[in-house]
């Protein structure tokens, strides 16, 4: 059984990507070709938007991102500090500093109940992250965003394809940010990323960045970075939306089958989804105070899991100069040390399910009436 099943969707459409991929070798435009701004147009219709804009990564999206809106030193841009380290990475590479809003005990995403009272005068934006598959409460994010006249980033590299009160995840702030790496819910064959807006100098600023700050041939008006997605992840990436939507509907049926078949175990909590959300389940993350004893048992069985994030943002050497210490943040220290993430994709069978569930039902105990 695989973490991951990222071969039986590339057998699915081997014929489809291979016939796109020999389009692409035969026209010979590997930058920028037909297929990267095909895609662009499917992605920004799927989402909902006016403009979306590929690049060469989910990190370089949110770097071309904070770039358009100017952050740089002296700023501050808010975020969650249970995520991958790009979130922040970006954030200091710019000479801004990251600010850290802890997160909610359900969701797992940004406390929006915490978040005005980390916003300073040098606040330059907010950027919530969509963590294992479903998005943060944006609508009161947003209203709090606006009254501070703050632009807001989701970082969706992992929930792409969910929706909240029906709108999709990359159409619900200023910026969405999203990342194509193989392992994420849209993944291409290698690295890729995506911003998705409905603004339009916005939208522009991102096809400058993405090619050096270049405007038009040899006038750079601004700085920018090599950012561009490849044509052939492009063609590949045209390929997997055929039946990406299909994917998202498989995602949602595992995830609820693991989540009725696991609610009632003592010491184990599984994931909760707002009643206005849906989610693609990038991540079936489970919360156990037995983590190693359970994370032990399923490889005993043959079973693989993960636990990601172990150690929360503030508390990584790189951003000692924060000065946050242990305790700052309390959930997102609680979700590191008991998070731990079973098998999920869309081609996950029923036996493997089976297998996965009895499996934690043996390392955990039924909770007592």
């Excluded at 392992?183 to 090619?211: H, N, Q």
């Excluded at 601004?222 to 994917?247: H, K, S, W, Y």
């Excluded at 993960?306 to 946050?324: E, R």
Aim: with cysteine; proline share 5%.
């Amino acid at each position: 059984m695989d973490f991951i099943d990222l071969k039986s969707r590339q057998k699915l459409i081997r014929e489809e990507v291979d016939e796109r991929i020999q389009a692409v070798l035969e026209h010979g435009q590997f930058i920028l070709g037909p297929e990267v701004s095909g895609l662009e147009q499917r992605l920004a219709g799927y989402v909902g938007v006016k403009h979306c804009v590929t690049v060469s990564s989910g990190t370089d999206s949110l770097l071309i991102a904070l770039m358009a809106l100017e952050v740089g030193p002296g700023d501050e841009v808010i975020t969650v500090p249970y995520t991958w380290i790009s979130s922040a990475e970006v954030i200091a590479l710019l000479g801004a500093t990251p600010v850290f809003v802890d997160v909610r005990e359900d969701t797992l995403n940004m406390d929006e109940k915490l978040l005005e009272s980390a916003i300073t005068s040098k606040t330059k934006a907010i950027m919530p992250v969509s963590i294992y598959g479903q998005t943060p409460d944006m609508d009161a994010i947003n209203e709090i965003a606006g009254r501070y006249g703050l632009p807001v980033i989701e970082d969706a590299a992992q929930s792409f394809g969910a929706t909240c009160k029906g709108n999709k995840s990359c159409n619900l702030s200023t910026i969405g940010s999203t990342s194509f790496f193989p392992s994420k819910p849209l993944g291409c064959y290698g690295d890729g990323g995506a911003l998705f807006t409905s603004d339009d100098e916005l939208a522009e600023k991102f096809r400058w960045i993405r090619v050096h700050g270049q405007q038009r041939k040899h006038h750079h008006p601004i700085l920018g970075v090599n950012g561009r997605m490849d044509t052939l992840q492009a063609a590949i990436l045209l390929a997997i939306l055929e039946v990406f939507p299909q994917e998202v509907v498989k995602r949602g049926e595992i995830g609820d089958r693991y989540t009725s078949s696991l609610s009632g175990l003592d010491e184990l909590t599984t994931p909760v989804i707002a009643a206005e959300n849906t989610s693609v389940y990038a991540q079936y993350t489970i919360l156990s105070e037995q983590r190693e004893l359970v994370q032990n048992s399923l490889k005993d069985q043959g079973i693989p899991s993960v636990s990601y994030y172990s150690v929360p943002l503030h508390l990584q050497p790189v951003f000692k100069d924060l000065g946050c210490r242990a305790g700052d943040f309390p959930v997102s220290e609680k979700i590191a040390n008991q998070c731990l993430s079973l098998p999920m994709s869309p081609y996950l069978s029923e036996q493997d399910q089976d297998k996965v569930i009895e499996g934690i039902r043996d390392s955990a105990t039924p909770r007592s009436k």
